[in-house]
């Protein structure tokens, strides 16, 4: 049973930074996709993210990349989300999430295809 515990979450003004981090147990995680989601009130959950714990390859959406950086480390089955240059529109839930690797970028967005989820950690960012 693969267990997801996100922390991290806060306030913070426009142009500042936080990091996630997305503690992860259970069966290796070897050949799966670490992904970060999120969900602001009213719409539906984006992706955000990803990374191949197998390779460390990693994914951003349009809105993340330049700006988000995910990474991991195998030791302590960790994934972590910086986020820098944070904007209001960023004011969500975020989500880290995990399913088997299949080296489709177009599986990793959707997120119906992953099977364990965190509990979800508030950012919250003021003008």
């Known amino acids: 049973q693969v267990h997801l515990v996100e922390s991290g979450g806060g306030s913070v003004q426009a142009g500042g930074s936080l990091r996630l981090s997305c503690a992860a147990s259970g069966p290796p995680f070897s050949s799966r996709v670490m992904a970060w989601f999120r969900q602001a009130p009213g719409k539906k959950r984006e992706f955000v993210t990803a990374?191949?714990?197998?390779?460390?390859?990693?994914y951003y959406t349009d809105f993340a990349e330049g700006r988000f950086t995910i990474s991991r480390d195998n030791a302590r089955n960790t994934v972590y989300l910086q986020m820098n240059s944070l904007k209001p529109e960023d004011t969500a839930i975020y989500y880290c999430?995990?399913?088997?690797?299949?080296?489709?970028?177009?599986?990793?967005?959707?997120?119906?295809?992953?099977?364990?989820w965190g509990q979800g950690t508030q950012v919250t960012v003021s003008s």
């Open positions: 999430a995990t399913k088997d690797e299949d080296y489709r970028y177009s599986d990793y967005v959707r997120p119906e295809l992953y099977d364990y």
């Open positions: 990374v191949s714990w197998s390779d460390g390859n990693t």
